[in-house]
């Protein structure tokens, strides 16, 4: 009996393959067309998050005299990080095996063609993933320093970030050889790399610019938050290629984190919004959005390793810690965080990572977290976001105060209250 039924398994099989019901194992460096498809869309998605995601986001939540100052920053970015990415980011941050950075040995994307593979896709297709990480991590930075900053300054301090602060930091967690990753610090899609970063940079660099004009005594209030619920929207839909996509192959994997992504997301928003109605007695728009933002920021390191239930309870966290951020903690502290780049991005960013250490489940990611007994995770955790806070904020200082040295950081005073639009590009909102 048993040897009739492996016959009849086998020959079961056997048809399968003929008929193209089964895929045979591919080799690590052999092509996936499902996997090279997911991520080439993924690619789409997080570039939609910056161009324009992040663009109208933020270019609604400044005054009008700003709005294409705003959105200029995030587009230029865009192009810049392009540029830097291929010429040098990407050697630093995947070539060779060091502890610290990677070497140089594909500057300009030397010796990528057609045939390269990285895993089951074509490395140039990973290359443009990632490269889409470090345009959105500068772009976001932008919105600390909103409505002051020097457009030429700006440019030069972000090119000089992301190749000296970004790219390291990216080959810790993500690069062969990385110390961060090596340790076993877990981080999915990019809450060290991407938003504790940049939200601890956007901290630094706003103070070193100092407040805006008037902050604190006259009315700053965004001029269109139709735009930004636009591109609030815009970032949550594109978020599922920066989470879902970071899995690097369309699989049961991808499709969890693509589901504790929605959760932890709506928890978040919802989390926000009662803790606003409950406080200031309505419901914002601003609010709703800040709150679903803060989740997007919160799972993205735990994506690949939790379940809905961890979802749940780290979206809910998220939202209530950044919305004390942003409520309470920046006006206790007095800094002008002007669009809350490290109240959502910076704490929610270490909420996520920490909580990793937490709901992490082994049989998601591989790796146990403190519910399945494995406390030590959260000194991991804990030991990755500190490095990252340490390095990024002494480095961010350096770089902002050298660029000032030499270029000055700020626009003149009458430029600023002029509004940036006209005084640094000759252009208005009609």
Known sequence: ????????????????????????????????????????????????????GVALFYGGMVRKKNVLATIMQSFAVCCMATIIWMVIGYSLAFSGEGPLVGDLGQLFLAGMGVDSMSGTIPESVFMMFQMTFAIITPALITGAVAERIKFSSLMVFLALWLVLVYSPICHWVWGGGGFLGGAGVLDFAGGTVVHINSGVAALVLCLVLGKRVGFGRENLSPHNLTLTMIGASLLWVGWFGFNAGSELAADAKAGMAMAVT?????????????????????????????????????????????????????????????????????????????????????????????????????????????????????????????????????????LAKGVGAVMGLRVEEDEEREGLDISLHGESVA
Request: a negative charge.
């Open 1 to 52: 009996m048993s040897k009739f039924l492996w016959r009849l398994s086998a020959t079961a099989a056997t048809v399968a393959a003929v008929l193209g019901l089964a895929e045979p194992a591919l080799a690590a460096d052999e092509l996936n067309s499902g996997d090279t498809a997911w991520m080439l869309t993924s690619s789409l998605l997080v570039l939609l998050m910056t161009v324009p």
């Open 262 to 398: 929605q959760i932890a997301t709506a928890a978040a928003a919802l989390a926000w919004m009662f803790a606003e109605w409950m406080t200031r007695g309505k419901p914002s728009v601003l609010g709703i959005a800040s709150g679903a933002v803060s989740g997007l920021v919160a799972v993205t390191p735990a994506a690949g390793f939790v379940l809905p239930g961890g979802a749940l309870a780290l979206g809910l966290i998220a939202g209530l810690g950044c919305f004390f951020a942003v409520t309470w903690l920046k006006h206790k502290l007095g800094y002008d965080d002007a669009l809350d780049v490290f109240g959502v991005h910076g704490i929610g960013g270490i909420i996520g990572a920490v909580l990793t250490g937490v709901f992490a489940v082994e049989a998601v990611g591989g790796t146990p977290g403190l519910l399945e007994g494995n406390g030590a995770q959260i000194g991991l955790q804990l030991y990755g976001v500190g490095v990252t806070i340490a390095y990024s904020a002494v480095a961010t200082f350096i």
